[in-house]
């Protein structure tokens, strides 16, 4: 069973469009970080949320972490193609990190 | 910029074949990490160093995995034998601090390795 499951797995979309990937678990954590990873490289953080209702903006995407911090939303405007990637949520437990399964977004021109 | 420098990034070896994995963490990094990803999967945590002692090796599949921080620094993840199963991404991280039970601790990834087995 999965700790943080991460909707949908898979999506593909046009240039310009707007898109929202969520983060449920049904554990509360202290952080909860998301990530995006490219073809045959390591993840790189995008963000780190710590506080219930916290949210976070960079750039085109915005991150928000549920009240409860059980639960999170990664929300990208006007998509690019340079968007294409993996994207993981991961969050803080116990002093270890616990992963999503990812999203892999595909943003065609 | 300082990163986390792994090697080899690509390693292909046949099954029952030893392999080695290589890390370097940023600079005054206390605590490194060793993850394994399946394609299509989240990575999943193998070891745990704080310094050059094992914080959380509960993933680890001890019959044929090793992982060792002798001094602290840099740190090599040893499969012998290898599997078929085994073939993955195996990903170094390293962060700043201690990791404890509240950490927000930012992990910075290394480029991983690429482990295919035959």
């Known amino acids: 069973t999965q700790l943080l499951e991460q909707s949908p797995q898979f999506l593909s979309i046009q240039e310009g469009e707007n898109l929202t990937v969520y983060c449920n678990s049904s554990?509360?954590?202290?952080?909860l970080q998301w990530y995006r990873q490219e073809p045959g490289e390591g993840p790189v953080l995008l963000v780190t949320?710590?506080?219930?209702?916290e949210v976070k903006k960079l750039k085109r995407l915005t991150f928000q972490f549920g009240d409860a911090r059980k639960d999170s939303s990664l929300h990208i405007t006007a998509a690019q193609p340079g968007d294409t990637g993996l994207y993981l949520c991961?969050?803080?437990?116990?002093?270890?990190?616990?992963f999503g399964q990812g999203t892999e977004l595909s943003v065609k021109p | 910029e300082a990163e986390v420098a792994q090697s080899p990034r690509y390693k292909i070896t046949e099954k029952s074949q030893a392999v080695a994995f290589w890390c370097d963490p940023i600079s005054g990094h206390a605590t490194l990490y060793w993850y394994r990803q399946i394609l299509g999967q989240g990575p999943e945590l193998l070891v745990q160093f704080q310094d050059e002692s094992v914080v959380d090796d509960s993933q680890l599949p001890k019959d044929r995995f090793s992982a060792e921080r002798l001094k602290g620094v840099d740190s090599t993840l040893k499969i012998q034998p290898a599997e078929l199963g085994d073939s993955a991404m195996y990903l170094c991280a390293s962060s700043i601090l201690s990791g404890g039970a509240w950490s927000t601790d930012t992990q910075y990834f290394g480029p991983g390795t690429r482990l295919t087995v035959l």
């Open positions: 554990s509360v954590f202290s952080s």
């Open positions: 991961a969050g803080g437990k116990g002093g270890k990190l616990i």
């Open positions: 949320v710590v506080t219930g209702g």
